[in-house]
């Protein structure tokens, strides 16, 4: 079955960024020029999803008024000749279809995806972090699609980090099936790295079985009352298969203040109109 709907999970406190996120969702922190939640919106529209459903929280409006039409902003860019800006403005409102839920306490990932579970209904969905950002040729979800495509159940990505960072990612147990694609036996959630059973770990992008769900339903919450997804998937791993998908492209983490700069300063770096100046400015900076 096609995949055409994705949830973006964007319901946290964003508590690594206060003070800046007591009034701001943390999704809509720019990334050089745009918010980061919008490199998600518009990696899932040239992935081919057709319908994305945004799990959000309390204090998150500014967020859907980003991708709401503003007539008058567009009116005063015309009005003042700026009709490139004018243009792109007005293309953010056009980018997809897109709906809300709320999920109305903070009990974890899998119970955000909970949240959609009547929008996404009984067919595979993409799950998109919004603070892992993925740079390369081919989206990485549209990557994504094409191997559950092939291999059908539940696919997560992942990829290979370095060993003092192992226990900061889902780990999985991998059996090989094909180039940069892996069965999952087991997964296990920021492991000792003596005890991880490889060093592929998964990062913020999954195509879900809609059996997700029940098995999110019967996941007991864990630490601080939270559901968590990794523990929705071992519960998965019994009755369906699940993959693990090593994609091409350049994975951003922009989690924390810290990872948030260096992801805007590397994708300026990778736009021609701020290159050189960038560059230039690094240069001088560390002389």
Request: with cysteine.
């Amino acid at each position: 079955m096609r995949v055409r709907k994705a949830v973006i999970t964007a319901a946290g406190w964003g508590t690594r960024f206060l003070p800046a996120t007591k009034s701001q969702p943390k999704e809509m922190l720019p990334l050089v020029d745009k918010p980061m939640i919008q490199y998600i919106v518009e990696e899932a529209v040239a992935s081919g999803i057709e319908l994305i459903v945004v799990v959000t929280s309390l204090w998150k409006g500014t967020l859907e008024d980003h991708f709401d039409r503003s007539r008058e902003l567009e009116s005063f860019l015309e009005e003042k000749g700026n009709l490139e800006l004018r243009e792109e403005v007005g293309r953010i409102s056009q980018l997809a279809d897109i709906c809300y839920i709320r999920q109305k306490e903070q009990l974890g990932l899998g119970h955000a995806i909970l949240a959609a579970k009547l929008m996404v209904g009984e067919e595979p969905f993409a799950v998109f972090l919004p603070d892992d950002i993925i740079v390369g040729a081919v989206p990485a979800m549209k990557q994504m699609l094409e191997v559950h495509g092939r291999y059908g159940g539940s696919l997560l990505a992942i990829r290979r980090v370095e060993r003092e960072q192992i226990g900061r990612f889902g780990i999985i147990d991998p059996e090989r099936v094909a180039e940069g694609v892996y069965r999952v036996r087991n997964l296990v959630e920021k492991p000792d790295p003596e005890r991880a059973p490889s060093n592929l770990g998964v990062v913020g992008r999954y195509v879900l079985s809609p059996s997700i769900f029940p098995a999110l339903e019967k996941t007991l919450p864990g630490k601080g009352g939270e559901i968590q997804l990794t523990d929705g998937l071992a519960t998965l791993l019994a009755t369906e298969e699940v993959f693990g998908y090593e994609f091409q492209g350049t994975w951003l983490d922009a989690g924390t203040p810290l990872s948030l700069l260096k992801a805007s300063v590397s994708l300026a770096l990778g736009r021609p109109d701020m290159e050189e100046e960038m560059r230039h400015f690094l240069k001088e900076l560390l002389r």
